[in-house]
């Protein structure tokens, strides 16, 4: 759904901008209180494993592909302002290095694949957890859900965009149809890629899953006749610490191995938005992209012959830029943070 240069016309691009701007200085301030010394460094991992997947595009309809957007697994992970950074880090490493979705339209990406999908997502997931079990399963289930909401959301959110600024004059209605309508496929897609991701860290480290925290009622001891919460049990800091980066290396090898490798064998067909565009004439002023010289445009290294090595080379960058900036703009909002800042719930109540 990465819109390029030309879809939506400039004053409008430039509101969504400043809208965009306006949404990741509040996350910039959010995250702060959402990252703590167990999910700072996994935040730009979480950046760089979406980078990955968006490059496997799965087939969803007849002549049309679907990827992950991203925003609902990384609010689930690390939380809904740090999720709204990590993919506004992917959009600007796949604009600014991959000629991938317009720069004078980044706002507008970013207001859309961004905002729009954690904000959603987030909410629908917290509100269904308000009513399920308090279980890992039902973090998992509702990370489906949410998952699944949030393609479409985000199909409608372009088609209001569209709407106000679009600069071809295409009925509205069909717009809205045919991006929904593809969107819910490519939704199903994205909701097993995200709950089989948020179950897979459930498994092994519950405590790093932001929105599996305080589900579970504390020990309770009865004292004297009254029920008190039990202590909280510290872990051993060097088993913790192993554990951490024994998560990390998996995560950061299945990043690469994904975008390295096996993206090779994604779909070549075109996605949802540039098959609507097609399809409805959206596209007839695409302009091109200003990084179209890229040495990496298009996911390929220039003068690189050997299609598969140049992808696969052109995905290992990618995801070493993605978790290098990515990384570094988390550990700059991590030390930003004030030592007394809450992270939102106590730590004997966090994990499920």
């Not at 430039?14 to 509040?26: F, L, S």
């Not at 700072?40 to 950046?47: C, D, F, I, R, T």
């Not at 490059?55 to 679907?66: D, Q």
């Not at 069909?174 to 490519?186: D, N, P, Q």
Request: aromatic residues 6%; charged residues 15%; neutral net charge.
């Amino acid at each position: 759904m990465h819109v390029p240069d030309g879809f939506i016309d400039a004053p409008v691009s430039a509101a969504a901008g400043v809208v965009a701007a306006g949404a990741v200085a509040v996350s910039l301030r959010g995250a702060r209180r959402e990252l703590d010394e167990r999910t700072a460094p996994l935040a730009g991992l979480v950046a760089a494993f979406i980078f990955a997947v968006q490059m496997l595009n799965f087939p969803v309809a007849a002549g049309t592909s679907g990827h992950l957007l991203g925003g609902a697994l990384a609010a689930i992970l690390v939380g809904p302002y740090t999720g709204v950074l990590c993919v506004t880090v992917v959009l600007l490493m796949q604009g600014i290095l991959f000629a991938d979705g317009g720069l004078t339209a980044l706002g507008v990406n970013v207001l859309d694949m961004g905002i729009t999908t954690t904000v959603v997502a987030y909410a629908l997931f917290r509100g269904l957890l308000r009513v399920l079990p308090r279980t890992r399963r039902s973090v998992t289930a509702a990370s489906f859900v949410a998952a699944l909401v949030s393609v479409p959301a985000a199909a409608g959110a372009f088609t209001l965009i569209y709407w106000i600024g679009g600069t071809t004059d295409i009925p509205i209605g069909k717009v809205f149809t045919a991006m929904v309508g593809v969107h819910v496929l490519i939704g199903i897609g994205e909701a097993v890629i995200t709950a089989l991701t948020v179950g897979a860290v459930l498994a092994v480290r519950p405590d790093l899953v932001h929105g599996a925290r305080g589900l579970t009622n504390p020990l309770k001891l009865r004292v004297d006749g009254e029920l008190v919460d039990a202590p909280a049990q510290q872990p051993v800091a060097p088993v913790a610490a192993r554990s951490h980066r024994g998560i990390w290396a998996t995560g950061l090898v299945t990043a690469l191995v994904l975008a390295g490798f096996v993206s090779f064998y994604a779909s070549a067909n075109p996605d949802g938005l540039e098959k609507v565009a097609a399809d409805q004439g959206i596209d007839k002023k695409t302009e091109e992209h200003a990084a179209k010289d890229s040495p990496l445009a298009d996911y390929g290294v220039k003068d690189v012959s050997d299609a598969r090595i140049s992808g696969g080379l052109a995905g290992v960058i990618g995801v070493g830029a993605t978790i290098v900036v990515g990384s570094g703009v988390f550990y700059v909002v991590r030390r930003r943070r004030t030592p007394d800042a809450p992270v939102g719930t106590s730590h004997g109540r966090e994990t499920v």
